[in-house]
């Protein structure tokens, strides 16, 4: 680990010696980002949850919709048999 001083601020670097294997999506999408690689690319669990649970939010509300969609044709069926 390499301590290093910017702007009056303490920057802590980790360096890894792991090298990822190689293997056809190594070579077709890249390979892996390691954390020690690329710090300013993560984000904390406290933001992610923030920035994450919507997208699961969204697809909980759209499930309803269908259901209740689905219901009302169902019941506009059974009105006519």
Known sequence: MNIEQKNGSMVFKRTSDYEPGKNWRNYLIGRPLQT??????????????????????????????????????VGVWSFHS
């Open 36 to 73: 020690t690689d690329a710090p300013h690319q993560t984000i904390g669990r406290f933001l992610g949850l923030k920035v994450f649970s919507s997208d699961a939010l969204s697809s909980v509300a759209y499930g309803i919709k269908e259901v209740i969609l689905l219901l009302a044709a």
